[in-house]
């Protein structure tokens, strides 16, 4: 049986070992991610970029479109197909919406 002081050597060592090839693979890791951010970071921009230009047109056509309604007496509702109709409004809105969001895949 190896002495009490080779065996604690031979732990040490191979929890160096252990460490150092988990550092060896977090630095591959590492270097990948670094290699890959620029063109992370361009696209990030570029896609926050259109984000911005596609809020600003939609705030642009909401606003016209609501300073239309702000200028035309609303219409109270009738009844119930006119709930209906509102509703089936709305409705059709968010699908649309979803879908451009959704964007070509």
Do not use: N, Y
């Not at 065996?7 to 590492?30: E, H, K, N, P, Y």
């Not at 035309?72 to 979803?98: E, F, H, K, M």
Request: glycine letters at 6%; a negative charge.
């Amino acid at each position: 049986m190896p002495a009490p002081q080779t065996v604690i050597q031979a732990a040490v060592s191979r929890l160096a070992a252990r460490a150092g090839s988990s550092l060896l693979d977090a630095a591959a890791g590492a270097a990948v991610l670094l290699q890959d951010a620029p063109e992370r970071l361009r696209q990030e921009w570029r896609l926050f970029r259109e984000e911005v230009e596609q809020e600003a047109e939609r705030l642009e056509h909401g606003e016209a479109a609501g300073s239309r309604a702000h200028h035309a007496a609303p219409s109270p509702p009738s009844g119930p197909a006119d709930l209906q109709a509102q509703i089936d409004a709305l409705r059709a809105r968010v699908a649309s919406i979803s879908r451009q969001l959704d964007g070509p895949r």
